[in-house]
């Protein structure tokens, strides 16, 4: 990985990298890392229910670090910069790598797999490197479909497994996650959701952790 950005700072008077973990919204943005993590191991070891609670959860923590963020006075210029780098990091993480290995997995790992992963994850590069680059089209308009919406509308698309044969749903597995990539990269308008849709997010995230932790405790039994 080149790190070829210098900054004009005196050392003496620059933060450790730490000192940004301390940070209540960074903190916010780690720990819906650390549910995506949990997210790729357990779609790796083919416990999708629960890879799901652990999608749904990062999509949960990536929707509260910016509310989190916005309600904090007083903090620095480099906290924003800092945790504005940090998010868009870890939705690469939660949003391409994490559906990518759902993908893999539930194909059992196939090589015909791999096109659909890389196309995820490369949409969502490209995507998020374009974004940091123009930011919004407007105040309130994406370019593109939002890469979180990776995570809502893949855990959604889950709830239909076990209702539908696994070969069918294999086929339309593959065919939502290209055509989420697509949209991730598309010439499209999308609107950034805010205000009172984190509350549907909230209760999204409650009602699909209790279903899949249902269909967990089914699959035991």
């Known amino acids: 990985m080149s790190e070829d950005k210098t900054i004009d700072a005196p050392q003496a008077t620059r933060p450790t990298i730490l000192s940004f973990a301390k940070d209540l ?9 650390l549910s995506a993590i949990l997210a790729i191991y357990f779609a790796i070891l083919g416990v999708f229910p629960a890879a799901m609670i652990g999608l749904i959860w990062a999509v949960f923590f990536d929707w509260s670090d910016g ?17 504005g780098q940090l998010d868009s990091l870890i939705d690469i993480v939660s949003f391409g790598l994490c559906p990518a290995v759902v993908l893999l997995s539930y194909g059992d790992f196939n090589p015909w797999f791999i ?3 890389f196309c995820i994850v490369a949409a969502g590069v490209l995507r998020l490197s374009y974004y940091n680059v123009y930011g919004l089209v407007r105040e309130s308009t994406y370019q593109g479909l939002a ?7 893949l855990v959604s698309f889950f709830v239909l497994d076990g209702f539908i044969g696994s070969a069918i749903f294999t086929i339309l597995l593959y065919i939502s996650i290209l055509g989420l990539a697509i ?4 010439p499209i308008r999308t609107p950034k959701l805010e205000g009172g849709w984190y509350y549907a997010i ?3 995230t409650l009602l699909l952790t209790l279903f899949f932790c249902w269909r967990l405790i089914h699959a035991v039994g």
């Open 25 to 33: 919204p960074n903190l916010c943005s780690l720990a819906g890392l």
């Open 67 to 83: 509310i989190i963020a916005r309600g904090m006075k007083g903090r620095t210029e480099q906290q924003r910069n800092f945790g």
């Open 115 to 117: 096109p659909g992963a």
């Open 147 to 153: 890469i979180d919406n990776n995570g809502l509308i």
């Open 183 to 186: 949209l991730n990269v598309a």
């Open 202 to 204: 909230t209760a999204y």
